[in-house]
């Protein structure tokens, strides 16, 4: 009988990405942000200041891991030693969430320090369910994964992306990181509705919203985390959140790190969205 998870947070509204170019002004202003989320393998390998960095801020808000290293679709097996790291360090600062991309990232064993997409198939969504179900095991604490932004397909798909990730979650019972800017950017990438793929995800099962900024180039949209959000992403999280009144937010800044508080001020465009579509979801249900 596989273990019974501990019960997933409640995150606050709005959050951001745990960055080292912002740790004086978090611990020394303690400011009003509602949770951090750190990328996992920045803390996994080290000790000293960062590690004891994120000891701090988790003590005073919840916080989030998000690794890019678990290549759960990969057909490598899962690396335990990696998992019991990754459990031990949840564990240590109580992390209210873990989660990885829908991707696969090694091959033989060795890491390409890649995030590179799956072909969606039955054959694939059977290997990803049963992956995640044993991360989880592994793990004891929820779980979530995210939708990945690509620049290529497989001609083998036969399934949707969300409708592939919707069955991922529901299937193997974990959550789903729901990265809009990804949405976006994929559906430019690959020709598809972004709107259409936002109906077939079960809001239920999303723990958080990512938001970031992107590229724009003559035929692709590279996922670059680098400036603001663009208004159409914006816009999609309106759409979001119009079908689910508590969505979380995290906010990623990953290139060119502005100052604490140009970040901060982006995120809190989150809160208009956010607020101003949870009027409307009320309006249409009294209506």
């Known amino acids: 009988m596989r273990p019974t998870l501990p019960q997933p947070v409640s995150l606050p509204t709005l959050g951001l990405g745990l960055r080292s170019a912002h740790f004086a002004q978090i611990l020394g202003d303690r400011p009003s942000v509602g949770w951090f989320e750190a990328l996992t393998e920045n803390y996994l390998d080290t000790g000293g200041r960062p590690r004891a960095v994120l000891r701090e801020v988790a003590s005073r808000y919840p916080v989030a891991l998000h690794g890019v290293a678990l290549s759960i679709g990969s057909a490598d097996r899962l690396d335990l030693t990696y998992l019991r790291?990754?459990?031990?360090?949840?564990?240590?600062?109580?992390?209210?969430?873990?989660?990885?991309?829908?991707?696969?990232?090694?091959?033989?064993?060795?890491?390409?320090?890649?995030?590179l997409p799956i072909p969606y198939t039955e054959r694939t969504l059977r290997h990803v369910v049963s992956r995640v179900k044993r991360v989880q095991d592994v793990l004891g604490r929820p779980f979530a994964l995210e939708n990945p932004s690509s620049y290529v397909a497989y001609r083998e798909s036969r399934i949707p992306e969300a409708q592939f990730l919707a069955r991922v979650a529901l299937e193997s019972g974990c959550g789903i990181l729901l990265d809009i800017n990804n949405i976006y950017v994929n559906s430019v990438n690959h020709g598809f509705d972004a709107r259409s793929y936002l109906a077939e995800i079960p809001m239920e099962r999303v723990v958080y919203c990512h938001m970031a900024g992107h590229t724009r180039y003559a035929t692709h949209i590279l996922d670059t985390h680098g400036g603001p959000v663009a208004e159409p992403v914006w816009e999609l999280l309106g759409e979001a959140a119009s079908r689910r009144a508590d969505l979380p937010v995290l906010l990623e800044w990953d290139d060119a790190i502005p100052p604490f508080s140009v970040a901060l001020q982006e995120l809190r465009k989150a809160a208009r969205y956010v607020r101003v579509n949870r009027r409307k979801k009320v309006v249409h249900a009294a209506a």
């Not at 600062?93 to 890491?111: E, F, Q």
């Open 85 to 115: 790291r990754l459990r031990d360090l949840a564990e240590e600062i109580g992390a209210a969430y873990v989660s990885d991309h829908l991707s696969w990232s090694s091959i033989g064993g060795r890491p390409l320090h890649e995030l």
